[in-house]
């Protein structure tokens, strides 16, 4: 078992929910992204996805789009995120995920980003642009280095749902709501029928993000699902902490709140 596989196994026997935090690399530079890092496991994340900034992020919302920008801003590349995800595993063990666009892995090289994720210390990838049909020309690639590919699936996946959820492994990114990131204060889809439907398909544990963002929609969801994910919420902190508005600590307080609700 990877770190995933083991963080989900523990959390199920402690009978609590994954909390799942998003970041950017290199938002707002590359030494205060590490020690976000840092303030997300310590104030109680269970896995880190982080992004890796793209010009064109389809699935995003503003708020990370300009997370993206801030660190583009920079001339981040993905060899400087590789040596991030280094330095961050040399004072962490969290499961840490990239979430990337398929364009990023085809220029870079798909065969040379898994060798050099995996000895960076990345546990799986979130590909969202990646259909299914095309999942099988980078899957031999990531079970050779020993990374999970995380799949996405959404309420009106309709017939592929089935298909996605026997596929999954790592964790199954349950989509609460269509469109891009970003928070919301009302959820259409009938997320506990959603999530019944895909626990008849598949014992891969589920996580619900796009839009989550307050403890009360953790607590409302986190009976149901194996684990939440926050992106937006969270990078709109760093955002503020970039602008000096607020501090560390009090993103660190911030996500503190959100992992309570998920533990509780």
Do not use: W
């Amino acid at each position: 078992m990877n770190r995933i596989d083991t963080t989900f196994a523990k959390l199920k026997q402690e009978q609590k929910t994954a909390f799942i935090g998003f970041l950017t690399a290199g938002d707002p530079d590359m030494d205060t992204c590490m020690e976000c890092v840092r303030e997300l496991e310590k104030n109680g994340c269970d896995i880190i996805e982080i992004g890796i900034p793209f010009s064109d992020p389809i699935a995003e919302g503003p708020v990370i789009q300009e997370a993206s920008l801030r660190a583009l801003k920079n001339n981040i590349t993905t060899t400087d995120v590789m040596h991030m995800v280094s330095k961050i595993r040399e004072f962490s063990q969290i499961p840490l995920v990239f979430l990337l666009y398929y364009n990023q892995i085809f220029k870079y090289g798909a065969e040379r980003f898994l060798k050099e994720s995996e000895q960076a210390g990345i546990d799986a990838l979130i590909i969202p642009d990646l259909p299914m049909e095309h999942r099988d020309e980078i899957k031999p690639l990531a079970d050779a280095c020993h990374i999970q590919l995380i799949s996405l699936v959404t309420p009106i996946s309709n017939k592929r749902k089935k298909q996605i959820a026997q596929e999954s492994e790592g964790f199954l990114y349950c989509v609460t709501s269509l469109g891009v990131t970003g928070e919301r204060s009302v959820f259409q889809a009938d997320l506990k029928a959603f999530l019944h439907e895909l626990s008849t398909y598949s014992n891969t544990p589920k996580a619900l993000g796009f839009g989550i963002s307050t403890p009360e929609q953790i607590t409302e969801m986190k009976d149901y699902a194996d684990g939440v994910i926050v992106g937006s919420a969270i990078v709109r902190q760093i955002g503020r902490l970039a602008n000096k508005e607020i501090t560390r600590e009090e993103l660190g307080r911030f996500v503190k709140t959100l992992a309570e609700a998920a533990h509780a």
